[in-house]
């Protein structure tokens, strides 16, 4: 599994709880609900391929290889970046507007999906730069014209009761293209 990815999400927590607890700045937990969603998509992707795995040739000619094995690596990545990030999240103190720890979870599953899906034609790294650079523009970057809002009112349209059933729908969405692309995992990367 890729160690930048690891260091990358021990840096944006270690951010976080500094930025919360030592600067005392209000902002700290929407801005680890807006890069939290990014997180599995990058490990995803640097933990599978033939730019990250150094064994990718052996072990996508193997049974257990291709799209088992991606999804594998994709299970460790969520699993480790589930517990982790929302488990920051709910130590960070919110203030009343700010969204609830886990507001990121449908949306960092459905970035990952997608970016599997994605990734099945144009390769997993330029996927998950494509999505997380999406998410990452539609929060961070205030529109065109208007003025700068507050980080939380930006991140709440995109994580409310209502978005989260966009994003669930998506997941599913997502899992199920990725059913009908699985073939295209089987063979060696090309890009």
């Given at each position: 599994m890729g160690?930048?990815?690891?260091?990358?999400?021990l840096a944006v927590i270690a951010t976080a709880f500094t930025l919360s607890y030592v600067t005392g700045f209000d902002a700290a937990r929407p801005l680890l609900l807006a890069l939290a969603p990014v997180l599995p998509?990058?490990?995803?992707?640097?933990?599978?391929g033939r730019y990250t795995?150094?064994?990718?040739?052996?072990?996508?000619?193997?049974p257990s290889g291709g799209l088992r094995l991606l999804l594998t690596r994709t299970a460790?990545?969520?699993?480790?970046?589930?517990?982790?990030?929302t488990a920051t999240g709910a130590l960070l103190p919110a203030d009343g507007g700010a969204p609830g720890a886990a507001a990121w979870l449908l949306p960092g599953l459905a970035l990952t999906l997608g970016s599997l899906v994605l990734g099945s034609?144009?390769?997993?790294p330029v996927a998950a730069a494509v999505l997380a650079g999406g998410w990452l523009t539609a929060v961070l970057l205030p529109v065109a014209g208007t003025e700068a809002r507050p980080l939380d009112d930006r991140l709440a349209p995109l994580v409310s009761a209502a978005a989260q059933g966009g994003w669930a729908a998506a997941a599913v969405l997502c899992a199920g293209l990725l059913v009908l692309r699985r073939s295209s995992f089987d063979h060696l990367e090309r890009v």
């Amino acid at each position: 599994m890729g160690k930048g990815w690891f260091g990358a999400l021990l840096a944006v927590i270690a951010t976080a709880f500094t930025l919360s607890y030592v600067t005392g700045f209000d902002a700290a937990r929407p801005l680890l609900l807006a890069l939290a969603p990014v997180l599995p998509p990058a490990g995803v992707a640097l933990s599978y391929g033939r730019y990250t795995d150094p064994l990718y040739e052996i072990a996508a000619a193997t049974p257990s290889g291709g799209l088992r094995l991606l999804l594998t690596r994709t299970a460790v990545v969520l699993a480790v970046s589930v517990t982790l990030l929302t488990a920051t999240g709910a130590l960070l103190p919110a203030d009343g507007g700010a969204p609830g720890a886990a507001a990121w979870l449908l949306p960092g599953l459905a970035l990952t999906l997608g970016s599997l899906v994605l990734g099945s034609w144009t390769g997993l790294p330029v996927a998950a730069a494509v999505l997380a650079g999406g998410w990452l523009t539609a929060v961070l970057l205030p529109v065109a014209g208007t003025e700068a809002r507050p980080l939380d009112d930006r991140l709440a349209p995109l994580v409310s009761a209502a978005a989260q059933g966009g994003w669930a729908a998506a997941a599913v969405l997502c899992a199920g293209l990725l059913v009908l692309r699985r073939s295209s995992f089987d063979h060696l990367e090309r890009v």
